[in-house]
């Protein structure tokens, strides 16, 4: 689906990223992906069910062997905001032991959920774990954990497309936009 299906439910003005910007950013962050992990298998993990597109980009930009396998988790919180507090719907098929793990994310808003991940994936005996994520808000940039590949950084809006919903919907939506007030409203 493209914006002309959807541009009513988009602040236009405030359209973030074509396709073209996500795909062409994907390429580099694949490329220091490649250079950093050189002579080391890979093993992405993909954060269900909004890193789905950027799993399958990034994972298809990279030109060697890798791995992929999945965890689905639920956050428990208060409105918007997630706590922290992690259940796990669907764990990894895969033994992380000595392996070098690779979460892939679709956006990083409090880093909440991610902490209880990377502390949850740790405890397995990989020999590193480490995020790429394509998007990043700015309360996700004091997090303590460190987010070794970025796309962007953006500002502090709900932002919906590129495997990233609002109730369910725009995931198949090819850009990502900021959805306009009188959707939710
Ligand atoms: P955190 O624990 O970092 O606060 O939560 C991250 C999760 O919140 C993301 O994986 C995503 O599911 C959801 N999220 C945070 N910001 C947005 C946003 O702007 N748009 C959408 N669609 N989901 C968001």
Redesign the pocket.
């Known amino acids: 689906m493209d914006l002309t299906h959807v541009e009513d439910d988009l602040e236009l003005d405030q359209t973030l990223f074509t396709e073209e910007q996500i795909v062409s950013r994907l390429k580099e962050m694949a490329a220091d992906i490649e250079r950093d992990y050189e002579g080391k298998d890979i093993l992405l993990v993909g954060?269900l069910k909004?890193a789905v597109m950027v799993m399958a980009d990034l994972a298809r930009s990279l030109d060697r062997h890798v791995e992929m396998d999945w965890m689905a988790v639920s956050?428990y919180g208060s409105g918007t905001?997630?706590s922290?507090v992690v259940r796990i719907l669907k764990d990894l098929d895969t033994d992380l032991q000595g392996r070098h793990v690779l979460i892939v994310?679709?956006?990083?808003?409090?880093?909440?959920?991610?902490s209880w991940l990377i502390t949850n994936l740790r405890s397995r005996g990989p020999a590193s774990v480490e995020i790429a994520t394509l998007?990043r808000?700015p309360?996700?940039q004091q997090m303590e954990v460190e987010v070794k590949y970025v796309g962007f950084d953006i500002p502090n809006?709900?932002?919906?497309g590129y495997g990233?919903?609002?109730n369910e919907q725009?995931r198949n939506l090819r850009c990502i936009g900021t959805l306009s007030p009188h959707v939710y409203s």
Do not use: C, N, R
């Open positions: 954060v909004g956050s905001k997630s922290g994310e679709d956006i990083i808003d409090t880093g909440l959920t991610l998007l808000k309360e996700a809006a709900f932002v919906v990233l919903d609002y725009y």
